[in-house]
């Protein structure tokens, strides 16, 4: 069974950063392009962005320019860095994976347990 173990949440304040890791099996890691999700109470698990296996990244209008997320194939390990951190980014985080951008956008194989990033202002 793949696990997915994300790590980095905590209490930021607003204009702070934070980065988020993911870490998985190596084998399931370089044969999945990877991606990092959003949640808050009451509404959809909102995507943020995603990796592809060779590095090709995309991201969700309301986090481009303060968030990068890259991939460490030596360490089996995706991060997420947001900069500039607002209230609204609250929400917990979850990692998860796919065999493509497309997939890990619509259907995911495989998901984190979840990192909870609170943001006081």
């Known amino acids: 069974q793949v696990q997915l173990v994300e790590s980095g949440g905590g209490l930021v304040q607003a204009g702070g950063s934070l980065r988020l890791s993911c870490a998985a099996s190596?084998?399931?890691?370089?044969?999945?392009?990877m991606g990092w999700y959003r949640q808050v109470p009451g509404k959809q698990r909102e995507l943020v962005a995603t990796i592809s296996i060779g590095g090709s990244t995309t991201y969700v209008e309301s986090v481009k320019g303060r968030t990068t997320i890259s991939r460490d194939n030596g360490k089996n390990t995706v991060y997420l860095q947001i900069d500039s951190l607002k209230p609204e980014d609250t929400a917990v985080y979850y990692c998860a994976a796919g065999l493509t951008h497309t997939e890990v956008a619509s259907s995911p194989r495989a998901w984190g347990q979840g990192t909870q990033v609170t943001v006081s202002s």
């Open positions: 190596g084998s399931f890691f370089r044969r999945n392009a």
